[in-house]
């Protein structure tokens, strides 16, 4: 599931994926967490500023010590991380009796351009794998060592996405607020392993308290690339269906566990429904933990389908009818349910649109730039939608780049390069030296080295 949107591309699809590739290239270069601007090297990105900075040191020594290329990690890691994802899922739902159920689920969670997902190589999607192994660790055990675990668990993904360690945190809160007074102990070793990795970069957090809270206060507006509605159909309405069987059965059968996932899977509903109706919440939370929320709806979906399973015809019938399909009943309409899912869900993956923001002429050209052109050529102008791109495979800066939408500079470029680039002073007045163009150059000023990659001018290799 997770490698469809990879399968006929081989370079990382979302232009996030791209970002963190030149975030990990940059923070390798330095040699540390705190690094010039990869993009138009100007100001320095620290920890204050790049709230990831746990996941590119991460991957760029991973990088480093394996000798794997960038592009195959960007293209085939999403899967391997997702396939932990769900064994992680497994191993948490296994004791309480639907693992492979509630595995199968997790399989199913869709990525999209807005809200991501597990098809992308992004922080978020390597801190899904962190929330089933963090319940797995509460749920089931009650030593000073789990506590330490959890804590080392809770650093690492406070350093690789904060908004996935806060999710964590809303998704135990309940758990540990019924646990207060049959186990008061278990409660504060878990609030303890959980809330002193928020602590150790207290003077940074506490700078952004009172602007947190004033967001808290007032009404926000809805991304307009998260759509509730779209995302809910996407994961598919009978899986959902079986989650609120699962919610059902797993209230009725009680226990510290089940109300726990219960609890856990309403707070998160509880937050979404807020912002989703009243704005009122932090935007990030908001399109961050629509995902938190189907990896919990998975696992409770699990459970129905596990309760599914124990359904069992009248004793009178199956007396009158020693058949096959009588005693089996359960099984029958689990493996239906199961079939119905995957026969309404799989097209859907297999056709599910993705943007590519380049193609292999594009990469080429990179390519080629990165291995041909000297470092006295620090800055290109293109297309600013494959700037970002450009930068993550060159490391040569650019005059501007789109992101999320149009901006006056990327206008700028776009008349520069429709015009036949024959702006000069605008190159000089910009420090640029490098233009990438598809649409060729008509400027006496500019040497066309390589087939679309022109340079201003000689000033040196």
């Known amino acids: 599931m997770a490698f469809i949107p990879h399968l006929n591309y081989p ?82 739902a296994r004791r309480e009796g639907y693992g492979w159920e509630a595995a199968l689920f997790t399989c199913l969670i869709p990525t999209t351009v807005g809200v991501l997902g597990p098809a992308f190589m992004v922080p978020l999607a390597m801190g899904l794998m962190f929330i089933p192994l963090c319940l797995y660790l509460v749920f089931n055990f009650r030593t000073v060592w789990s506590y330490l ?19 964590l945190v809303i998704i135990l809160a309940p758990y540990i607020l019924l646990n207060l007074k049959g186990n008061f102990r278990h409660s504060l070793g878990v609030t303890l392993a959980i809330a002193i990795p928020f602590l150790a970069p207290f003077p940074w957090i506490f700078g952004m308290l009172l602007p947190t809270a004033k967001s808290l206060l007032s009404p926000q507006p809805l991304p307009t690339y998260v759509d509730i509605p779209k995302v809910t159909q996407d994961y598919g309405y009978l899986p959902i269906a079986l989650g609120l069987l699962g919610t059902f059965l797993l209230a009725m059968r009680g226990g510290m566990r089940n109300y726990g996932l219960v609890s856990g899977l309403l707070a998160l509903l509880v937050m979404l429904v807020t912002f989703f109706t009243f704005h009122y919440g932090v935007p990030i939370m908001y399109e961050r933990g629509l995902m938190y929320m189907m990896v919990m709806l998975s696992i409770i979906t699990g459970a129905g389908l596990a309760g599914v399973r124990t359904v069992r015809l009248p004793g009178q019938f199956a007396g009158r009818i020693q058949s096959f399909v009588v005693n089996n009943a359960g099984n029958i309409l689990c493996l239906i349910l199961v079939v119905v899912t995957l026969t309404m869900i799989i097209p859907d993956r297999q056709h599910a649109s993705y943007y590519l923001m380049i193609d292999k002429e594009d990469y080429e050209a990179f390519a080629w730039v990165r291995d041909n052109v000297g470092g006295n050529y620090e800055k290109a102008i293109l297309d600013p939608w494959k700037a970002t791109p450009f930068v993550a495979i060159t490391g040569k800066y650019v005059y501007t780049r789109i992101h999320a939408y149009p901006r006056a500079r990327d206008r700028r470029a776009y008349e520069f390069l429709e015009s036949g680039c024959v702006d000069t002073a605008f190159l000089k007045e910009n420090g640029i030296s490098i233009i990438y163009s598809r649409g060729g150059c008509n400027n006496p000023d500019l040497v066309e080295v390589r087939k679309d990659v022109y340079l201003l001018g000689d000033i040196g290799s």
């Open 11 to 92: 370079y990382p699809v979302h232009i996030d994926e791209w970002v963190h590739l030149a975030y990990s290239k940059a923070l390798m270069r330095a040699g540390s967490a705190t690094f010039p601007d990869p993009f138009s090297g100007e100001g320095v990105l620290g920890l204050s500023t790049n709230l990831e900075a746990g996941f590119h040191l991460f991957w760029g020594v991973f990088q480093r010590i394996s000798g794997i290329s960038w592009l195959t990690i960007f293209r085939y890691f999403p899967s391997v991380i997702f396939m932990i994802t769900v064994l992680s899922v497994y191993v948490m």
């Open 149 to 167: 675990v959890l804590f080392i668990l809770t650093c690492f993904l406070l350093s690789i996405h904060a908004a996935t360690a806060v999710g």
